[in-house]
Nanobody, 113 residues
Framework: QVRLVESGGGLVQAGGSLRLSCAAS????????MAWYRQHPGTQREWVAT???????NYAESVRGRFTISRDIDKNMVYLQMNNLKPEDTAVYYC???????WGRGTQVTVSS
């Protein structure tokens, strides 16, 4: 069964850190770009970061320098290390391949001021 399961969210104070994990079942993800997206309450999902299988990464301007995306190809895992969190980072975070229309349930990140 092909699916994505995000974990690692929680409640943290501004300036704190969290590490999100995404377990991707199914070999189809191994050779695809993987990305993190987030959805603030009442808004559309927005792209946060992408990691290519070869290691190239890209970030949204709002998180560049604070967030780091990484992946373990052998374990089929994708990670998002989030440092210096801000209240505006509060959202549900999802991982997804941009080229495969499968979403997980996401993981809630709440940053208090």
């Amino acid at each position: 069964q092909v699916r994505l399961v995000e974990s690692g969210g929680g409640l943290v104070q501004a300036g704190g850190s969290l590490r999100l994990s995404c377990a991707a079942s199914g070999s189809i993800f191994r050779f695809e770009n993987m990305a993190w997206y987030r959805q603030h309450p009442g808004t559309q999902r927005e792209w946060v970061a992408t990691a290519a299988p070869g290691g190239t990464t890209n970030y949204a301007e709002s998180v560049r320098g604070r967030f780091t995306i990484s992946r373990d190809i052998d374990k089929n895992m994708v990670y998002l290390q989030m440092n210096n969190l801000k209240p505006e980072d509060t959202a549900v975070y999802y991982c997804k391949s941009p080229s495969i229309d499968i979403w997980g349930r996401g993981t809630q990140v709440t940053v208090s001021s």
